[in-house]
């Protein structure tokens, strides 16, 4: 049984920055490895995403300012997070597909909020 615990989450000032810990347990290694938001009222969108052997992908509204790197060694998925503004308030989660399995596993969200 795959787990995933967010970690990294926290108020913090228009500016500032945060470093989100993703740590997954339960297999191996993981071909998918990406984080999600949701704000209130608000879909569940793409952050950030790297697989496996691939280049990083990023929604538009954070490239630039946030980077998402793994370390397989620990099954460990970071999300660094830069110049955060107000609209980047929101749950953020990690999602997993470990390698060789078509299903994902979800952590259970770590908050972060962007206020003065």
């Known amino acids: 049984q795959v787990q995933a615990v967010e970690s990294g989450g926290g108020l913090v000032q228009p500016g500032g920055s945060l470093r989100l810990s993703c740590a997954a347990s339960?297999?191996?290694?993981?071909?998918?490895m990406a984080w999600y938001r949701q704000a209130p009222g608000k879909q569940r969108e793409l952050v950030a995403a790297?697989?496996?052997?691939?280049?990083?992908t990023y929604a538009d509204s954070v490239k630039g300012r946030f980077t998402i790197s793994r370390d397989n060694a620990k099954n460990t998925v970071y999300l660094q997070m830069n110049s955060l503004k107000p609209e980047d308030t929101a749950v953020y989660y990690c999602?997993?597909?470990?390698?060789?399995?078509?299903?994902?596993?979800w952590g259970q969200g770590t908050q972060v909020t962007v206020s003065s």
């Open positions: 339960g297999s191996s290694i993981f071909s998918t």
């Open positions: 790297i697989i496996l052997g691939r280049a990083a």
């Open positions: 999602k997993l597909r470990p390698v060789g399995l078509g299903v994902d596993y």
